[in-house]
């Protein structure tokens, strides 16, 4: 079984661009997750689809958006780039939402954006 | 609210030695915990988690981690250490109560590293 695909794998950009990441679950999941991990912050949550709908978001400003489509893929999109933005963004994946799962998350191999 | 803390950003210890790997917790309810691995580069790998049941919990790679309710932590542990544990550890806490958080809070990460 493929494990959670995320492209692209490194990227970089320049303030004030926009990205967009994409992230494939596992087949048969149906919950993606993101997270952006910093050496500053740590791991942080941003958001959570469950078919095709946000069911949580994170404490992140409007720049950073995200959706799913109807095979479960996700795409998360940044706007208006920020040097802070600088991150490995993580995308995980669970066969049911957040409050019905008791088990593990799996995480794809992330998206390294650079901002200059 | 849910938090974890991981005191420690970095622990070493010589292969062949024990390995502890400190993580607190609070949450308002009753815990789920996690403990997932990252090597460079990577994404992170779940290791093992608490739901409910036996305090000693085993995982993969050797490693166990004992929930200790009175003391809210979840230390994760392994007998003797390999040069390749060395990596990032995350803690995660998911509040059961229900009205909490069903998205799981990340620790701050502890960097192991295990010297030969």
């Known amino acids: 079984k493929a494990g959670v695909t995320q492209t692209p794998r490194y990227l970089i950009k320049t303030r004030g661009q926009q990205v967009t990441l994409s992230c494939s679950p596992i087949?048969?999941?149906?919950?993606v997750s993101w997270y952006q991990q910093t050496p500053g912050q740590g791991l942080q949550f941003l958001f959570e689809y469950f078919s095709e709908t946000q069911r949580n978001k994170g404490n992140f400003p409007g720049r950073f958006s995200g959706r799913q489509f109807s095979n479960s893929r996700s795409e998360m999109n940044v706007s208006t780039l920020e040097l802070g933005d600088s991150a490995l963004y993580l995308c995980?994946?669970?066969?049911?939402?957040?409050?019905?799962?008791?088990?593990?998350?799996?995480f794809g191999e992330g998206s390294r954006l650079t901002v200059l | 609210a849910q938090s974890v803390a991981q005191p420690e950003d970095q622990v070493n210890v010589a292969e062949g030695n024990p390995l502890t790997v400190k993580c607190t917790y609070s949450?308002?309810?009753?815990?789920?915990l996690f403990w997932y691995v990252q090597y460079p580069n990577r994404g992170l790998q779940f290791l093992l988690k608490?739901?409910?049941?036996?305090?000693l919990v085993k995982g993969s790679y050797g490693f166990e981690a004992e929930f200790n309710k009175s003391q809210t932590s979840f230390h994760l542990k392994k007998p003797s250490a390999l040069v390749s544990d060395s990596a990032l550890y995350f803690c995660?806490?998911?509040?059961?109560?229900?009205?909490?958080?069903?998205?799981?809070?990340f620790g701050r990460g502890t960097s192991l590293i295990v010297h030969p």
């Open positions: 608490y739901i409910t049941g036996d305090n």
């Open positions: 949450v308002s309810g009753n815990p789920y």
């Open positions: 995980a994946s669970s066969l049911v939402p957040g409050q019905m799962n008791t088990g593990e998350l799996f």
């Open positions: 995660a806490v998911r509040d059961r109560a229900s009205g909490g958080s069903y998205i799981p809070t």
């Open positions: 087949s048969g999941h149906r919950s």
